[in-house]
């Protein structure tokens, strides 16, 4: 068994989520007339994912955002074909999304070493362009970052998000008695004595009508979209967002932050989900806890509890329901295992059918062996 009691944390502060960056390709070089010479092209710029890159380090390293490619050589009588400009590649993080200015997918870096053309340099001159070289695409881009964590919180405000990444983690995001304490993701690594590490995201407080952009809405669910499993959190006793907005119990509230999902993108709602129920120490809190999980596992009995509009067509099947407490301790370690767990058995999904192709491909074929006529 990993023991857990050492645990590190390395905070990526200030997150930096979106760029947005001029980008242009290089100039053709001049094409030699008399003696029919072309020029060489522009050079092209490139995105290129690489680990250990953040938007905040190419944030503070290039200021001015400015990214041109090298300028394609003239023709010349020493070298009548020109060379082409020199190509620009920027490393930016792996889980970043490329779009343009009009909002248009250029491309997705989803592992290390993918790459994405966004300004292709300029033609060198030529006979078909009466040797007249053409300019490279000037472009603006948005670097688009989702993939920020192997898990991501997911819970109304104040269920206790920021406590729970604080105790797991040794994080110290805001904490208060009041909504929207998270204003932009914080990143927690838990780390374990084998020097494995879980990152997990304390995403801004989903609210309702966060599918319609109210609140944080899409800024919150575009982070949901790229970590790779989901932790619910919710209150035991239940929650209110405001004084004049109804009180609502744990069951609603997992129901209502299902429904927000499910109405921003449904795939979402595949994703691997632990609900952990929170605030174990208030009174009360064992009778809840049980009735809340009746009324999982039977969820179209309690529909009735909550309006028509918002009860979610897809009832989540959580791996593990973990009752616990930032104040008193009760269940950390636990879910610290089952969040560890959970991630193991979605990697190990993911590589059987390679292991089961590389079976395949070191057993030998068995030709059937002729048969002779007599």
């Known amino acids: 068994m990993v023991n857990l009691s050492r645990i590190c944390y390395r905070k990526y502060g200030n997150l930096v989520d979106n760029l947005r960056l001029y980008v242009r390709g290089g100039s053709g070089g001049m094409g030699l007339p008399r003696l029919g010479g ?32 090298g300028v394609g050589a003239n023709s010349s009588v020493k070298g009548l074909k020109g060379e082409k400009g020199g190509d620009y590649e920027l490393h930016v993080p792996v889980g970043i999304t490329v779009t343009n200015d009009d909002g248009r997918v250029m491309g997705e870096l989803n592992a290390e070493g993918d790459r994405v053309l966004v300004a292709k340099g300029g033609q060198g001159g030529s006979f078909h362009s009466a040797f007249t070289p053409s300019k490279g695409q000037t472009k603006h881009i948005r670097l688009d970052l989702k993939l920020i964590a192997d898990i991501g919180l997911v819970g109304f405000p104040n269920a206790g998000k920021s406590s729970l990444l604080t105790v797991i983690s040794h994080a110290s995001p805001q904490i208060a008695n009041y ?29 309702e009508g966060a599918h319609l952009n109210k609140g ?75 009735e809340l999980r009746e009324q999982l596992e039977n969820p179209e009995e309690f529909s009735h509890l909550l309006p028509h509009d918002m009860i979610p067509r897809t009832n989540l099947a959580f791996r593990d329901v973990v009752p616990v407490s930032t104040i008193t301790g009760l269940g950390l370690d636990q879910l610290k295992r089952r969040l560890r767990g959970s991630l193991d058995e979605e990697a190990a999904k993911a590589s059987e059918p390679l292991h089961r192709e590389r079976l395949g491909a070191l057993r030998p074929s068995r030709t059937p062996l002729p048969v002779w006529g007599i």
């Open 38 to 69: 072309q020029g060489g092209n522009g050079g092209d710029v490139w995105m290129v994912s690489k680990k250990e890159v953040t938007l905040k380090r190419i944030h503070d390293k290039y200021p001015h955002k400015r990214f041109v490619a």
């Open 179 to 207: 909504a929207f304490t998270t204003l932009r993701p914080e990143i927690g690594k838990v780390m374990y004595d084998d020097h494995k590490q879980i990152s997990v995201a304390d995403l801004p407080g989903l609210i």
């Open 216 to 290: 944080m809405g899409h800024k919150f669910l575009k982070h949901v979209e790229r970590t790779k499993q989901l932790l619910f959190v919710v209150d035991v006793c239940g929650f209110q967002l405001a004084s004049k907005t109804p009180f609502r119990s744990a069951f609603e509230a997992v129901q209502l932050l299902t429904k927000e999902l499910e109405l921003y993108k449904e795939d979402l709602l595949s994703k691997p989900a632990l609900l952990v129920v929170n605030k174990m120490d208030l009174p009360d809190a064992e009778h809840k806890l049980e």
